[in-house]
């Protein structure tokens, strides 16, 4: 009898260690991952940074309003502020993009998908850092978007 108790403590001693070894790997999962989040915040207050100063030097060198002598060259230069402010307006998109994605860092809502409330990988989020939803609800929704074009 007692060789089954010692058994069991034996038994009882490699399941607790088990468990506990399991309970670190997790803790280091989660460290490695709010490490890696936290080097993508980095990244994105990088990029907000740049794009604000790209703007603010758009910004100062838009050309004023002038008449040019030639309607070639008039219509020309409005085609090429046309497309300067179309490409600060999908800079702006991002910039807002970018600070949602740092907000949600700080608040700890940073990588959960918006749609079916999963763990977005941290691989999606390194590609992507301002993605709200995972690579399958994405999916999804651009198939849905291909549906309604068709």
Known sequence: MPAKKKTSKSTTTKKRSSRK?????????ITDREKRIQEIRKKLV???ERLLHEAEAALNSLPEESAFPDLGDQASAEIDKNFMLRLRGREQKLLKKIELAIEKIDNGTYGICEVCGCEIGIQRLEARPVTTMCIDCKTE???EEKLLEA
């Open 46 to 48: 990088e990029e907000k």
């Open 21 to 29: 070894c399991s309970e670190a790997k997790e803790n280091q999962k």
């Open 141 to 143: 929704q651009e198939e």
